[in-house]
Nanobody, 123 residues
Framework: QVQLVESGGGWQQPGGSLRLSCAAS????????MGWYRQAPGKERELVAI???????NYFDSVKGRFTISRDNAMNSVFLQMNNLKPEDTAVYYC?????????????????WGQGTQVTVSS
């Protein structure tokens, strides 16, 4: 059974930093693109950053220059370094990944989501 588990959320003052981690586990054959989304209360979920299996990245405009996405393919993990945090960054953050895994029928590919981790930025 494949799952994504996030960690590293919490409270931080404006201007501070947090680092989110997300690890995939299970009978994994290969992981494609991985990313981070966020959802603030009353708003739709939005893409924050994405990283391909080869390391190419893309960011939501409001986080460019402040957030950095990275991954460790050997550890099946993706990270989000968040610097210069702002109150508007407050949200539940979710990691996602396209994962090819070993199944009873061979290999299958699905899109997986983590359970989410709360990030709160306030003074």
């Amino acid at each position: 059974q494949v799952q994504l588990v996030e960690s590293g959320g919490g409270w931080q003052q404006p201007g501070g930093s947090l680092r989110l981690s997300c690890a995939a586990s299970g009978s994994i054959f290969r992981i494609g693109a991985m990313g981070w989304y966020r959802q603030a209360p009353g708003k739709e979920r939005e893409l924050v950053a994405i990283i391909t299996s080869s390391g190419d990245t893309n960011y939501f405009d409001s986080v460019k220059g402040r957030f950095t996405i990275s991954r460790d393919n050997a550890m099946n993990s993706v990270f989000l370094q968040m610097n210069n945090l702002k109150p508007e960054d407050t949200a539940v953050y979710y990691c996602d990944a396209d994962i090819t895994y070993y199944s009873n029928t061979g290999v299958d590919t699905e899109h997986f989501w983590g359970q989410g981790t709360q990030v709160t930025v306030s003074s």
